[in-house]
């Protein structure tokens, strides 16, 4: 065990159980995301079929939920997939290369993921009420602040808060699956265009396009790993909570998208910025769409709470491990959270809300991301598995090593999918490579000095 891992034990409290950690999953889940790749989903698809990417992008979520489930109950601390990494490629040689890699496009998604949703968000409340350009930089601006205070406070407080906004979450799909269903037209569902099941490879193509924004909106279903130090019976909690979470989601976007094509033609769904507002409208009147549109604000702000909440989580991790700056390694004397962490974290989103306009960063992010994170820790598992004795593994993948390897096949075809978007992705990893070994030689760290294993195993 690390002295990071004695430190994480001694200062954070273990006050997230079963419960709250499926609700901090789900609104993490169900952003603004959903809403706005609904129409992305049926162009990619040429219609109803679309379905089939949100049950694609489901079943991706699943078997790579097996990965994160085996490694979150092993090491139930916070930072997670920081902590996954050293620990499966070696703390002293490969392991600490790719821990700080995943820390360095942290550093760079992360703000920027979650500026693109204040922005998002601010773009969206436009339905209600033109805001301007400079309008819609306050908004968002103050949301990120608004954000910054709640998390604010100790994890138990934080608990009850995920609570209030999942309520809001699961009510408003609820709701919304409910007026589908009282006014569906299943004809609309099952008229697709002519050769739409001649499965060639351009039916793939559009398929491929069309689950690179789906499984962005599972994404989510990790995040109680990066609190992996403040979930209480984590062995047993962390892969409930990202079981049950992956399936209630899957559930719970299927039975939505159909109530929607069933209400809505797929031809004029396809092309509506406000799918959500102009569905309750045609059911509702224009008074119910603005409501409506206030609670895909609620959503759209519990997923930003949420993973604003699970990235900050990370920079501590790598400070304590003496893999980032000291400072971000402090914790609150009071409340008993990484404060400075939090307080970074909301610092540069803050500054990015500001400066930079909403783009399409699905693809970006997702390149960032597949690469050291989810393909590294799938390979990472097998490794572990050949070094680590059963006994380390409270919970072990069914059908080991199928889930790991068909994980990686996925991850490797969405890769492919993301188009120009790869060479974001290889471009920070180059540069994270070159600021690795740049401070390697400076500490005379591995692979220009000994190693620096601080693990006794």
């Not at 968002?140 to 609570?163: E, N, P």
Request: aromatic fraction near 14%.
């Amino acid at each position: 065990m690390t002295a990071g891992e004695n430190s994480q034990g001694a200062a954070l409290e273990r006050g997230l159980g079963l419960k709250e950690a499926v609700a901090l999953n789900m609104i993490e889940m169900v952003g603004i995301g959903p809403f706005v790749v609904i129409p992305l989903v049926i162009k990619a698809m040429g219609g109803p079929q679309a379905l089939l990417a949100w049950v694609a992008g489901a079943v991706l979520a699943l078997l790579d939920g097996f990965v994160w489930s085996e490694l979150g109950a092993a090491m139930p601390l916070a930072g997670g997939s920081y902590v996954f990494l050293r620990e499966a490629y070696g703390p002293g040689r490969f392991g600490r290369m790719m821990s700080f890699l995943f820390v360095w496009q942290t550093l760079i998604q992360a703000p920027l993921s979650l500026a693109s949703g204040a922005i998002g968000f601010s773009q969206y409340a436009s339905y209600l009420h033109p805001l301007g350009k400079y309008g819609e930089k306050a908004l968002s601006g103050a949301l990120v602040i608004v954000l910054v205070a709640l998390l604010y406070r100790r994890i138990t407080s934080i608990g009850k808060i995920s609570m209030l906004l999942w309520l809001g979450v699961i009510g408003t799909i609820l709701w919304l699956i409910w007026g589908g269903a009282t006014h569906f037209n299943p004809a609309l569902v099952f008229t697709y265009a002519p050769g739409t099941w001649n499965l060639s490879w351009l039916f793939f193509a559009g398929l491929g396009s069309a689950t690179v924004n789906t499984i962005y909106t599972y994404w989510g279903y990790y995040n109680i790993c990066h609190l992996g130090g403040e979930i209480r019976n984590p062995q047993k909690n962390i892969p409930r909570g990202i079981f049950i979470s992956i399936l209630g989601i899957a559930v719970l976007y299927l039975v939505m998208q159909t109530c929607i094509l069933g209400v809505l033609p797929w031809q004029q769904a396809q092309d509506s910025p406000f799918i959500v507002s102009a569905f309750v409208e045609k059911l509702y009147g224009s008074g119910a769409a603005r409501f409506a549109t206030l609670m895909v604000l609620w959503i759209a702000f519990a997923s930003l709470f949420s993973s604003m909440l699970g990235y900050s989580r990370v920079p501590y991790s790598a400070a304590l491990d003496g893999n980032f700056f000291r400072v971000f390694a402090r914790v609150h004397p009071r409340e008993k959270f990484p404060h400075i962490s939090l307080l970074f974290l909301g610092a540069l989103t803050f500054v990015f809300s500001l400066l930079f306009k909403l783009r399409t960063v699905i693809a970006a992010v997702l390149a960032m991301r597949l690469i050291i994170q989810f393909i590294g820790q799938a390979v990472g598992v097998m490794l572990l598995r050949r070094r680590w004795p059963p006994e380390r593994l409270p919970f072990k993948m069914w059908l080991y090593p199928l889930p790991a390897l068909l994980t990686i096949v996925g991850w490797l075809w969405l890769f492919s999918r993301t188009g120009s978007a790869i060479w974001w992705g290889v471009l920070v990893i180059v540069l994270g490579l070159i600021v690795f070994l740049v401070q390697a030689r400076v500490r005379m760290e591995w692979p220009f000095g000994a190693s620096n294993s601080e693990v006794i195993e």
